[in-house]
C-alpha cells in the first residue's frame, strides 16, 4: 500500500530550465492538492483537482500548470524556473470534499539556481 | 487568510502538557490537524467539524469552538515522540473541494 508517491525526491534546476513533477495515488481519491512549503510560511496551495480531467488554481498559481490526465495521477510543472520557486513541494489527496484527511507524498526538495 | 497559530515555538520535558492554539478571523467549517518531523511529509492526526465537538487520539485531543472561529489541539503527558511542527488547516462554510488553508506552524520540543 504505496499511499502517495512524488518523484523525483530532489531536483536542483538552473534558472530558466522546466521540469515536471509526478504525483501518484493508489488509494482511488478523488481530490488532488499540490503545496509548496517555505520556512515559516506553513503550507500554501499551488493547484487542485476534484477529479480527472479537472484542475483549478490555488492560492500560489502564478509559475506553474497542472494536468490531471488519469485519476490517480497529478503532474506539477514549472515551464521557466525561477529562484523564487525553490522551496519543498507536497502533492496531497482526500477522498472526500473537505471531511477526511489529507493524505501526503514525501515531498520534492527543488532548488533553482 | 491564514489561520493563526500561537505559540510559535514550545519546548516541554517528557510528561508534561501543551496546547496549541489556531484562529481564523473567517468563519469556519472544518479544522485540521497535522504533525510534520523535520525532513518528512505531514501526518494527519484529526478532524473536527463544526458543531464545537471534541475530538481525542491516543493523548492527543483537540476542540472547536465554531462561534469563535478557533480551535485548540492538547497534547498530554507529553512523549519525545510528540516532537515536531504542527500545522492546523481549516476550510470556510462553502468552501469547495476540501481546499485547506495552513497556519503558519508551531514547533513542539519534548526533550527527556
Known amino acids: 500500500n504505496a499511499g502517495v508517491t512524488q518523484t523525483p525526491k530532489f531536483r536542483v534546476l538552473k534558472t530558466g530550465q522546466s521540469m515536471t513533477l509526478l504525483c501518484a495515488q493508489d488509494?482511488?481519491?478523488?481530490?488532488m492538492y499540490w503545496y509548496r512549503q517555505d520556512p515559516g510560511m506553513g503550507l500554501r496551495l499551488i493547484h487542485y483537482?476534484?477529479?480527472?480531467?479537472?484542475?483549478a488554481k490555488g492560492e500560489v498559481p502564478d509559475g506553474y500548470n497542472v494536468s490531471r490526465l488519469k485519476k490517480q495521477n497529478f503532474l506539477l510543472g514549472l515551464e521557466s524556473a525561477a529562484p523564487s520557486q525553490t522551496s519543498v513541494y507536497f502533492c496531497a489527496s482526500s477522498y472526500r470534499q473537505g471531511a477526511d484527511g489529507y493524505t501526503f507524498g514525501s515531498g520534492t526538495r527543488l532548488t533553482v539556481v | 487568510q491564514q489561520p493563526v497559530q500561537s505559540p510559535q515555538a514550545v519546548i516541554l520535558r517528557e510528561g508534561e502538557d501543551a496546547v496549541i492554539n489556531c484562529s481564523s478571523s473567517?468563519?469556519?467549517?472544518?479544522v485540521h490537524w497535522y504533525r510534520q518531523k523535520h525532513g518528512e511529509a505531514p501526518v494527519f492526526l484529526m478532524i473536527l467539524l463544526k458543531g464545537g465537538e471534541q475530538k481525542g487520539h491516543e493523548k492527543i485531543s483537540a476542540s472547536f469552538n465554531e462561534k469563535k472561529q478557533q480551535s485548540s489541539l492538547y497534547l498530554t503527558a507529553s512523549q519525545l515522540s510528540y516532537s515536531g511542527t504542527y500545522f492546523c488547516?481549516?476550510?470556510?462554510?462553502?468552501?469547495?473541494?476540501?481546499?485547506?488553508?495552513f497556519g503558519q506552524g508551531t514547533i513542539l520540543t519534548v526533550h527527556p
Open positions: 488509494m482511488n481519491h478523488e481530490y
Open positions: 473567517k468563519a469556519l467549517y472544518s
Open positions: 483537482s476534484v477529479g480527472e480531467g479537472t484542475t
Open positions: 488547516g481549516t476550510t470556510g462554510p462553502g468552501t469547495s473541494y476540501g481546499k485547506l488553508t
